[in-house]
């Protein structure tokens, strides 16, 4: 299953409270992302990362920040300002080296907020 | 942006049969396109990837086919197997770090 982490599996939440996803890889991959997943929805992209101390925005960044201060580790930070962010949270990590493409995928991270 | 339209949103097939499930994307400059499955609870998996110098790749019982002209993609799974139902994911990227833009998901359903 490779070497990407996320923690907790389930996270439960009331609303206006901030939460921060754990994400975690030691694959030595450059690129880093989060993905949100709702049902019949597919995936949709937050943020991504190419390397250290540097981040982008994805299709769906508001309400949302992340941090990159490690090569191993992008923590996504759900704000109180997020509308809906009861979802599935997805993270993943690619290589850049030789012109790999492929996104590998951790286990995801429940959130229920109410 | 890029967008990916993915059809049709389920698919029951008797087993042994073949299954096709098709996509669309709106973005010329995309020239990276994967095909993930996922089971349910689980993470989507890379099934097989095609890049847009290539018009057709095999593995075993699966094939992507690409027409970049139509911007159009297909996965096909031959002789499927009651392992084969999840759902498969379609995407889009013009390579490099950038992410992917996902199809909404075929839910495929092997009959015995």
């Known amino acids: 299953d490779g070497g990407i982490t996320q923690s907790p599996k389930y996270l439960f939440r009331k609303e206006g409270q901030n939460v921060t996803l754990s994400c975690e890889q030691n694959?030595?991959?450059?690129?880093m992302y989060w993905y949100r997943q709702d049902p019949g929805q597919g995936l949709r992209l937050i943020y991504y990362?190419?390397?250290?101390?540097?981040?982008q925005k994805g299709d769906i960044a508001e309400g949302y920040s992340v941090s990159r201060e490690k090569k191993e580790s992008f923590p996504l930070t759900v704000t109180s300002a997020q509308k809906n962010p009861t979802a599935f949270y997805l993270c993943?990590?690619?290589?850049?080296?030789?012109?790999?493409?492929?996104?590998?995928f951790g286990p995801g991270t429940r959130l229920t907020v109410t | 942006g890029e967008n990916v339209e993915q059809h049709p949103s389920t698919l029951s097939v008797q087993e042994g049969d073949s299954a096709v499930i098709k996509c669309t994307y709106s973005?010329?400059?995309?020239?990276?396109f994967p095909w993930y499955k996922q089971e349910l609870g689980k993470r989507p998996q890379l099934i097989i990837d095609i890049r847009s110098n290539v018009g057709e790749k095999k593995d075993q019982r699966i094939a992507v086919t690409l027409n970049k002209t139509a911007k159009h993609f297909s996965l096909h799974i031959t002789e499927t197997q009651p392992e084969d139902s999840a759902v498969y994911f379609c995407?889009?990227?013009?390579?490099?770090?950038?992410?992917?833009?996902f199809g909404k998901g075929t839910h495929l359903i092997i009959q015995p």
């Open positions: 995407a889009a990227s013009n390579g490099g770090a950038d992410g992917l833009t």
């Open positions: 973005d010329s400059a995309s020239n990276y």
């Open positions: 993943a990590s690619s290589s850049l080296a030789g012109l790999s493409y492929e996104q590998y």
């Open positions: 694959l030595n991959h450059d690129a």
């Open positions: 990362s190419q390397i250290v101390n540097d981040f």
